[in-house]
């Protein structure tokens, strides 16, 4: 990795990224919070603050703090009212004829595209389906070209042209076809080195960096890649000012590439490129992408709606006014993760999930005295209406919701599948509480852990094994089986590193304004604070365990044993946490970035001319 680190320690070789992730999965594996050992971990820690992980902690008993600590969230800037004032006039029944026309249109352009001995056109087409947002309507199509692709003599051993062997490459891997990153070595010098005659072809410099973030551990060639399209990339900025439309797709890249890139904001983003391009747009493509991103804008306004009604019925407005009322907000994870129209149950399920854990986190990290939090914890792992005796009583109606919606999940999928799930549910909320106890106490015993401890506990802490598990259930709907309960946890790997992505961007996000109020140390933190670095350093470092997580999630999800489905919701669950926190806290302080986000997504359409 080319990162800078401090002299004093983070130098060593021992201190890199990739060292200290390869040490945390070797000694804790991604399942490593095992609902029995947590809690019998958890029950020899009862009423106690622990100040460490390891063996040899230091136990201390710190009574709970004189008054209660409050965040000072801003109140929800969605309303019920504005809510319920969302409309649109595209709706399916009114497009529906217009919409199949187009699609026919577009499928036949990749039929014929794929017969043509041109690699490059046919590749560029598959780009922009993709990035438009609408390649789930043509996966048939897609791996059918590609298939003939491959066939064909225009393959990537004989071309020579680096923006054309870039795109194919990056097709497809995102496609889950195996190539080897080797046949980027003709584009190399005797040195290794790319050669410098490539450092003027924008174009391919530009498809070679966004190549190089598909690349897995080990791939020395596409880190090459990416030091030397970004350093070319930079330079070029310069000299590519009268092409506003090329100079804004490097801007973008460079900022952040496709692959981390939150799929529905790209497709919005791509039309407004795709339709400057004069000479090699396809019309009915361009049409299909607006219309479709309307229809599909539809869909998500009878979401929110629903789920407007289910959140003022809750009532944690008043009833837990210290948490951040957040439900558009919680709304756009749900998007991120399953943003296709078909997985409505799934957006609408998985925000409701989203909600009480962002109450249940706000009780842990800000609210809650330590021996309340120990009741909570104790509750949770009963998993009975009986346990709501021993809770204060603010959090009586938390705890409800929580038990409601996790038997009702598993109630409708026994009914509808004959299967039990409520183990797999109530684990990941028993995972996922203890998580935040670990984090309570080291708030209270004034602790600030190292980083490999932190990261330990705060892969789980930040909801994306909880999260992973409930979109599954909720995406599988009649097919859902025992078998593919048992192929889920083919995934467990992938959901640890795409868990551990939204950890840490959370936190490179978030540090800020949760140190300055006094929350449990995070990531930067930890690290500068066991390393003795600067904030900027710690910064730099964090983005160098961002980077190996992709890698590994790159590799994790090319392997044939992971259901798909698993692999796009993770991978899309780190590129939402991307998104949200690209800006700063897109969650806690959701009135810039956030809002014109969701105004985008949900509220204003397309226009069609």
């Known amino acids: 990795m080319n990162l800078v680190f401090s002299s004093s320690s983070s130098s060593s070789s021992s201190s890199s990224p990739s ?34 992980n390891s ?35 595209y709706t399916h029944e009114s497009h529906a004829t217009r919409w199949e026309g187009l699609k ?69 891997r995102e496609n889950g076809i195996s190539v080897s990153s080797d046949l980027f070595n003709k584009f190399r010098s005797g040195e290794g080195s790319f050669k410098d005659s490539l450092s003027n072809d924008v174009e391919g410099l530009l498809s070679l960096y966004e190549a190089s973030h598909l690349g897995m551990p080990g791939e020395d060639v596409l880190e090459e890649a990416k030091r030397f399209s970004s350093k070319n990339l930079k330079q070029s900025m310069a000299t590519i000012l009268n092409d506003d439309n090329l100079l804004k797709q490097v801007e973008q890249s460079l900022q952040s590439p496709v692959h981390w890139r939150m799929p529905r904001i790209e497709a919005l983003n791509f039309i407004d490129i795709y339709q400057i391009r004069d000479d090699s747009k396809n019309l009915a493509l361009l049409e299909l992408a607006k219309l479709d991103y309307n229809l599909v804008q539809s869909v998500y306004q009878i979401e929110i709606k629903e789920l407007s009604r289910w959140w003022r019925e809750l009532d944690f407005k008043s009833k837990a006014s210290f948490s951040r009322d957040r439900l558009m ?40 005295f330590l021996d309340e939090l120990e009741c909570f914890t104790d509750a949770v792992i009963q998993w009975n209406m009986e346990a709501t005796e021993e809770l204060p009583e603010y959090m009586k109606p938390i705890y409800v919701a929580m038990l409601e919606f996790g038997n009702e999940l598993a109630d ?87 868990s551990l992505m939204t950890r840490l961007s959370d936190d490179l996000g978030t540090s ?52 798909k489905s698993i692999v796009n919701m993770c991978l899309n669950m780190a590129r939402t946490a991307h998104c949200i926190f690209e800006h700063g806290d897109g969650i806690g302080n959701s009135i810039g970035v956030t809002k014109d986000r969701l105004i985008s997504l949900i509220a204003n359409p397309i226009p069609l001319r």
């Open 19 to 52: 060292v200290l992730l390869r040490k945390l999965t070797r000694t804790s594996h991604p399942r490593m919070l095992v609902p029995a050992l947590l809690v019998q971990a958890y029950q020899t820690r009862r009423g106690q603050a622990i100040v460490s």
């Open 55 to 89: 063996s040899s902690s230091k136990v201390i008993d710190h009574p709970p703090a004189a008054q209660r600590r409050l965040a000072q969230y801003h109140p929800t800037i969605w309303g019920p009212d504005l809510i319920d004032s969302f409309t649109t006039h």
């Open 104 to 172: 026919q249109n577009v499928a036949k352009a990749l039929v014929a595209s794929s017969t043509k001995d041109d690699a490059c056109s046919i590749l560029k087409l598959i780009a922009s389906v993709q990035r438009l947002g609408v390649a789930y309507h043509f996966r048939k199509e897609i791996q059918a070209a590609l298939v003939t692709l491959l066939s064909s003599t225009s393959t990537l051993s004989t071309t020579n042209d680096l923006h054309t062997a870039a795109l194919q490459f990056q097709i497809l």
């Open 329 to 368: 907000e919680n709304y756009l994870w749900a998007m991120g993760i399953s943003h296709e129209p078909q997985f409505s149950e799934c957006r609408i399920g998985l925000t409701k999930f989203v909600c009480i854990l962002t109450v249940i986190d706000d009780m842990y990290d800000v609210y809650g």
């Open 412 to 498: 409708n999928i026994f009914t509808n599948n004959g299967l039990n799930t409520l183990p797999y549910i109530k684990n990941e909320w028993v995972n996922l509480c203890t998580a935040y106890m670990v984090e309570a106490r080291w708030f209270y015993g004034r602790y600030t852990p190292t980083l490999e401890e932190y990261l330990k506990n705060s892969w789980t802490s930040v909801g994306g094994p909880g999260a992973m598990l409930h979109a599954y259930l909720l995406t599988q709907g009649s097919q859902l089986t025992k078998a593919s309960l048992e192929s889920y946890n083919h995934g467990s790997q992938l959901i640890y590193w795409a």
């Open 512 to 563: 800020k304004a949760e140190g300055e109020r006094g929350d449990v140390a995070k990531s930067i933190q930890c690290y500068m604070e066991e390393k003795g670095v600067s904030e900027e350093e710690a910064q730099d470092y964090i983005k160098g365990l961002i980077s190996y997580s992709w890698k590994k999630m790159n590799q994790e999800s090319a392997k044939p044993s992971i259901p």
